[in-house]
């Protein structure tokens, strides 16, 4: 079983910045696909970022240019610096992470995300 612990979360302003940063308790850090979910209130949890084992990321359009993902495999860390926040940001972030050879996935237990002036 891998524990996901994710962390960063906080009030910010409009324009302003948060890191999310997210553990992982696996000595096989390096064969996950790991990724950032979100899910605002009343709706579906939707993924933000996400980057390969080899450290390719991709980005949902409403983020792009905005947010950047992260990995560390010798500390076992993925990161999420978000810049330019604005209030549709808004909601609660989540770690995910998918082993590439055996499919399992899991989650983190979640970060509150609000942008508000």
């Known amino acids: 079983q891998v524990q996901l612990v994710d962390s960063g979360g906080g009030l910010v302003q409009p324009g302003g910045s948060l890191r999310l940063s997210c553990a992982a308790s696996?000595?096989?850090?390096?064969?996950?696909?790991m990724g950032w979910y979100r899910q605002a209130p009343g709706k579906q949890r939707e993924l933000v970022a996400s980057?390969?084992?080899?450290?390719?990321?991709s980005y949902d359009d409403s983020v792009k240019g905005r947010f950047t993902i992260s990995r560390d495999n010798s500390k076992n860390t993925v990161d999420l610096q978000m810049n330019s926040l604005k209030p549709e940001d808004t909601a609660v972030y989540y770690c995910?992470?998918?082993?590439?050879?055996?499919?399992?996935?899991?989650w983190g237990q979640g970060t509150q995300v609000t942008v508000s002036s």
């Open positions: 995910h992470g998918k082993n590439i050879v055996t499919r399992r996935e899991f």
């Open positions: 980057i390969t084992s080899g450290g390719s990321p």
């Open positions: 696996t000595s096989r850090f390096g064969i996950y696909t």
